[in-house]
């Protein structure tokens, strides 16, 4: 589903970040480069601590560089764009509105009409399921049914790139499971750029074209592992032999890390 041969989407160069800490400075990531494809679908995995989520927010523009630079359809990220959604761990919902005005609120933030907003809200709300509870509050709401939401003002907004952190990280896993499912059938019929940030090996196998293993301290790309198996993925591809000798291989790579000299691209 990849064109690797075009110019990448989003292009980490040698992006470092050092944050200030009493007497000194912590580095968390350290000289990553990492290219990623038009529509290609990447996950990160690592030990906690190993700089995903400062990774990802560089590339959402919530967090700057200290040295290199992340660059986006060939222009330097220097902040937050309509281009680019994210989705956090934690549901980051506004909890005095519903659902609807929930999902509406990017659109409004990125100056859509109100009939167009509407439009498109219902659309990515029955997208996740949550059709019956449009007008519900966020309090009201189980767990999944609020990153449901979340997930739908993402797509909303329809970006070109989606920066996940840990999106299904605290959800049980039925509700994983079909969420994954969602997710791929929805980027598998629209044109989008994913960036996934997972500790869940399965996960990251299951949904990805390339699996990014980073190490720990200071952060880096410790391995890149291709996950050669076609899309549309399904129950079969997870009982799959093959599959399973990619989730062993990540899993090794992801726990038992020797130390690295250099990043490994
Ligand atoms: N604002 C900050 N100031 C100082 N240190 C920070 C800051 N943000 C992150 N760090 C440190 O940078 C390192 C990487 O953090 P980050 O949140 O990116 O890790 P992570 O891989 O996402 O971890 P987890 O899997 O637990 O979510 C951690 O050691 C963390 O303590
Ligand atoms: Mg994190």
């Given amino acids: 589903m990849t064109d690797r041969t ?6 980490f160069r040698d992006v470092g970040c050092r944050f200030p800490v009493r007497g000194g400075h912590f580095t968390a990531v350290d ?3 990492l290219d990623v494809g038009e529509r290609e679908f990447v996950t990160v995995v690592g030990p906690s601590g190993c700089g995903k989520s400062t990774l990802l927010n560089m590339a959402a523009g919530l967090v700057t560089p200290t040295s290199g630079e992340v660059v986006v359809d060939g222009r330097r990220v220097t902040g937050p764009g309509p281009d680019r959604g994210v989705i956090f761990q ?4 506004f909890p005095w509105l519903t659902v609807r005005r929930n999902v509406e609120f990017g659109l409004r933030v990125a100056g859509v009409g109100a009939a167009e907003r509407r439009r498109r809200a219902d659309e990515a709300i029955a997208l996740v399921g949550l059709g019956d509870f449009a007008d519900a509050l966020p309090k009201t709401l189980s767990g999944g049914m609020k990153q449901r939401c979340a997930i739908a003002r993402a797509y909303a907004v329809d970006p070109d790139v989606l920066l996940m952190d840990e999106p299904f990280g605290a959800l049980d896993s039925l509700t994983r ?3 994954q499912e969602q997710l791929l ?3 598998s019929r629209q044109t989008r750029t994913v960036v996934f940030v997972t500790h869940d090996v399965e996960e990251a196998v299951y949904l990805a074209g390339r699996v990014v293993v980073m190490a720990a301290r200071p952060g880096r790309v ?3 592992v291709d996950v050669p198996l076609p899309y549309p993925r399904t129950e079969e591809t997870r009982l799959s032999p093959e599959f399973a000798a990619l ?4 899993w090794s790579a992801v726990h038992h890390q020797a130390p690295v000299e250099a990043p490994a691209r």
């Avoid at 934690?90 to 919902?93: E, G, I, S």
């Avoid at 989730?247 to 990540?250: F, G, H, I, M, T």
């Fill in 6 to 11: 075009s110019p990448p989407k989003i292009s």
């Fill in 31 to 33: 000289r990553v480069s």
């Fill in 90 to 93: 934690q549901y980051a919902l």
């Fill in 177 to 179: 499971v079909q969420l």
């Fill in 185 to 187: 059938d929805t980027w």
């Fill in 222 to 224: 410790h391995r890149i």
């Fill in 247 to 250: 989730r062993n291989e990540v």
